[in-house]
């Protein structure tokens, strides 16, 4: 076996053994996430402006708060 040969079946041995490292990572990772929920989004009402709520609403996945008049239940 010359040194050719030999550096050609190391590196094989190498990139062999590091994608079974990898695919046994990845499956240990796969296996262990849990279904995830979807997180609903948040409406609260705040407050009163003429007899319209005002509604707090917050998408749970930014950290923002839009801010809206509901005036389905306000009597003409």
Do not use: A
């Not at 994608?19 to 279904?35: G, W």
């Not at 749970?60 to 708060?65: I, N, S, T, V």
Request: aromatic residues 18%.
């Amino acid at each position: 076996m010359n040194k050719s040969n030999y550096y050609r079946i190391w590196l094989l041995g190498v990139v062999c053994g590091s994608c079974f490292v990898t695919l046994f990572y990845m499956i240990s990772v796969v296996m262990s996430t849990k279904d995830s929920e979807i997180p609903q989004s948040n409406f609260e009402v705040v407050d009163t402006y003429n007899g319209c709520d005002i509604i707090k609403w917050q998408d749970p996945h930014y950290r923002e708060y839009k801010f809206f008049l509901d005036c389905s239940n306000k009597k003409q």
